[in-house]
């Protein structure tokens, strides 16, 4: 009786060991994010040619993924992404400009997607019209009929106050998504890019605007470098031109 009550005291430690350490592990709070020395230090060590100098803010886009925008040494604007994984924050991406990405941090739940941005003030934009867009497809698999509407919508952002930036997908952009992902899933059609058929599914632009409210072309903010350093899942925002927007007469 008393080898067996050993036995339970032992199973019932090795479990509760375990819980802990997949708790601590994979679910215990993120500890503080690093002082703006640290995050200087750390670019510059991961990656020389950031040559980071100046941290202009930390935007959370969950309690466990970080964008960092920075000024360089250069006066190029970048950003860096990090995130809380092995129970530390790390670095998981530098791009030396600040041209407007999409991270899906979850590829799966678009709720979970965020535009970042960093754009440089020698653009001289004032603002950015962001867009979700799909164009119209019409196809026939195996004798059926399929057709795809048009998708645009927009979200504009005022750069007045900053030049950088954090926009969560808003709700219907993650419905809409959320539909074309099921689409997917029986095989109709691909999300954002097909590597055959581009533009048939759903994709993200961004149309910018200088100070006279007219179409603006931002080289200073985009072509930059991007050093990648862990898994990071992102999607690439089209710089989009009037005559690619469908606007009522």
Known sequence: MKKKNMWLLIAFGAVSLTTFLVYWFLFWPPKPFPSNEQIVQEINRT???????????????????????????????????????????????????????????????????????????????????????????????????????????????????????????????ALVLNSVLMEDRVGQSSLFFNDFFPLQSAYFGWLPYDQWGKEAFPKQTVNGNTYVVDDIDQEHVMILNTVDLEIPK
Request: charged letters at 25%.
């Open 47 to 173: 990656y020389e040619e950031a040559e980071a100098k100046v941290i202009q803010d930390i935007l959370f886009v969950d309690t466990h993924h970080v964008v960092v925008p920075y000024i360089s040494a250069n006066e190029d604007y970048g950003l860096c992404y990090w995130s809380w994984r092995n129970h530390k924050w790390q670095v998981l991406m530098i791009d030396t400009k600040g041209e407007p990405k999409v991270w899906k941090v979850n590829g799966n739940d678009p709720t979970s997607f965020a535009i970042v941005w960093n754009v440089h003030p020698d653009d001289q934009l004032q603002a950015i019209q962001f867009y979700l867009l799909r164009n119209r497809n019409y196809g026939m698999t195996d004798g059926v009929e399929h057709y795809s509407p048009r998708i645009q919508m927009e979200k504009e952002i005022s750069l007045r106050e900053k030049s950088y930036g954090i926009l969560q997908l808003p709700k219907d952009w």
